[in-house]
């Protein structure tokens, strides 16, 4: 069952509502409309998956940090996986338990270290200097640390370089030969930290299970060595990065039962606690970016469908090329001739599109287009380019109404940052 559906006379519905209906009773800009419910079921889908193992779903907050999200995330039974002193402050903010929450990030500062100690969340390590930060830490916070050794384990994700994370030119994690190192230096500083498991992230948009598999069998291989040095640990944290059907195409992809399947034997072979950082998987395919077209040209060889959504609601194709699906909110007229069109918005850049050489009818004027899958990093990473101001969100509910979760940013929101200065 999933939220966005197009009825047989060609309209698009997102639990029981008619997008182009939601159009008119809200404002008249882009927006995020999510399922609450499809929420609900993509949690539900890792928690049945991870059935009979001892385990933490750690949503990785820098997909979507909407505080309504994130509560209703919480409230499921989500931990949260943090990269920024702001993320875990919001986390704290949604009521996560801290004990459940894992800071990553290969650049993290002293400052947001001692947040993370005071509130005894898992930290992990990333460098040399990431580790002398993580003591600093706790000797200012006055805790012992639990820390993961973030591993990069040199498995090739086979995504796209920029979400690329744990091949060995990565900027992330520490590579096996300095493995002892590390261990000598957690022994140095028994004082301050506890180290309590292994980490990895190979990166994001993965489609393969057997890379996660191949990744947790070097994973469960470090564990032992750790473990004979006299280390108890006991978490196995294999990170994010299980991939979306963004293609539409009815294409068979791996969830998140597959993914913990192809683990489960090595976690419980070894008596470990399993950790993982789902983002996209738990929130991509809950949300579209609702846009109208604002008009149809054509230049040179190229048509264009000219929307009020653009690059800075919505930066993936731009940035990563990548494809989301892309389609009309209600049936056109019947003469509505087909043709090849690129979605584009009205920023001052060529890098600003939706979708390339995309099949539609030719729309008109004020028509409901909207951009599939765009729960996971479309609002997280939005910006406010050319004065567009972030788009306000929706969600529909469990009984099937309509409610704004964060409204849009609006022109004097810009103005205020200067008052006074
Ligand atoms: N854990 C760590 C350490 C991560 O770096 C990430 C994502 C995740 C978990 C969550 O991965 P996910 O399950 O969402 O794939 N902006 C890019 C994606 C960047 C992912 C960064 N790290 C995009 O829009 O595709």
Redesign the pocket.
């Given at each position: 069952q999933h939220c966005f559906t197009k009825s047989e006379d060609g309209y698009l519905y997102c639990e029981g509502n008619k997008v182009q209906d939601v159009m008119e009773i809200v404002e008249k800009r882009p927006f995020y409309l999510y399922s609450k419910p499809q929420i609900t079921r993509n949690v539900e889908a890792y928690k049945e998956a991870l059935e009979g193992l001892n385990s933490i779903i750690g949503y990785?907050i820098?997909?979507n940090n909407n505080l309504k999200i994130l509560e209703h995330l919480r409230k499921l039974g989500c931990g949260a996986?943090l990269v920024s002193g702001n993320e875990l402050k919001l986390a704290l903010h949604a009521g996560f338990d801290p004990t459940r929450c894992v800071f990553?990030g290969n650049g993290k500062i002293l400052e947001d270290l001692v947040l993370a100690a005071k509130e005894g969340v898992f930290v992990n390590i990333d460098s040399e200097f990431d580790l002398e930060n993580i003591v600093a830490a706790a000797r200012i916070a006055g805790k012992k640390v639990n820390v993961l050794l973030r591993i990069n384990p040199d498995v090739d994700p086979q995504v796209h370089p920029y979400?690329a994370?744990g091949n060995k030119n990565s900027k992330f994690g520490i590579r096996n030969e300095k493995l002892q190192w590390f261990l000598d230096a957690v022994k140095a500083h028994r004082q301050e930290l506890k180290l309590v498991g292994a980490h990895c992230?190979l990166g994001?948009?993965i489609t393969k299970v057997d890379i996660f598999r191949d990744a947790a069998v070097l994973m469960v291989n470090y564990i032992d060595e750790i473990r004979v040095q006299g280390f108890e640990i006991d978490y196995l944290n294999i990170?994010?990065?299980?991939g979306i059907d963004y293609y539409h195409t009815g294409a068979v992809l791996p969830s998140p039962r597959d993914l913990i399947d192809t683990v489960r034997e090595l976690v419980l072979s070894r008596n470990l606690n399993l950790i993982i950082?789902?983002?996209?998987?738990l929130i991509a395919n809950t949300c579209c970016l609702v846009n109208r077209v604002t008009g149809v040209k054509t230049n040179g060889t190229k048509n264009f469908v000219v929307i009020d959504g653009s690059m800075a609601e919505l930066i993936?194709p731009s940035l990563?090329g990548?494809y989301q699906h892309i389609e009309l909110v209600s049936p056109s007229s019947p003469d509505a001739e087909i043709s090849t069109f690129d979605v584009v918005g009205p920023v001052c850049e060529s890098a600003d599109f939706l979708g390339k050489d995309r099949e539609l009818p030719t729309p008109t004027s004020g028509a409901g287009l909207v951009v599939h899958d765009a729960g996971?990093?479309c609002m997280s990473?939005a910006s406010t380019y050319n004065l567009k101001m972030r788009p306000p969100e929706y969600w529909v509910e469990e009984d099937g109404s309509v409610s704004k979760i964060r409204p849009g940013e609006t022109f004097e929101d810009h103005l205020r940052f200067f008052e006074g200065l």
């Open positions: 990785a820098k997909a996986v990553n979400v994370t992230h994001s948009t990170g994010g990065g299980l950082e789902p983002g996209r998987s993936r990563y990548a996971a990093y990473m």
